[in-house]
């Protein structure tokens, strides 16, 4: 299974962005996708996750109410809609696969996109 993100840019505070990822792979059949983070000298951090079946969502609590996970199934792919970011949204953002939306039950992971926001 691969996992690549896109859509990291340097953006300013308020702005908005959008991360998307793509799963390819003959046995690709996790049930559910996770974004995380990490900022430099910090520990890696929970986003969004979403279920490929039903579509249930959850949210970290630092992002809830400013970004939003979707997924389009045809596509194989997940994006993370960013909204009203700040400073300390500044981290690597991680795209995961795995078979539930707890943190520890992500067994694939892409190679990250830097997401910068300046203030």
């Known amino acids: 299974v691969q996992l690549v993100e896109s859509g990291g840019g340097l953006v300013q505070a308020g702005d908005s962005l959008r991360l998307s990822c793509t799963a390819s792979?003959?046995?690709?059949?996790?049930?559910?996708m996770g974004w995380f983070r990490q900022a430099p000298g910090k520990g890696r951090e929970f986003v969004a996750a979403i279920r490929w079946a039903g579509g249930n969502t959850y949210y970290g609590d630092s992002v809830k109410g400013r970004f939003t996970i979707s997924r389009d199934n045809a596509k194989n792919t997940v994006y993370l809609q960013m909204n009203s970011l700040r400073p300390e949204d500044t981290a690597v953002y991680y795209c995961?696969?795995?078979w539930g939306v707890g943190v520890g039950m992500y067994n694939f992971w892409g190679q990250g996109t830097q997401v910068t926001v300046s203030s």
């Open positions: 995961a696969a795995g």
């Open positions: 792979g003959r046995t690709f059949t996790s049930a559910a």
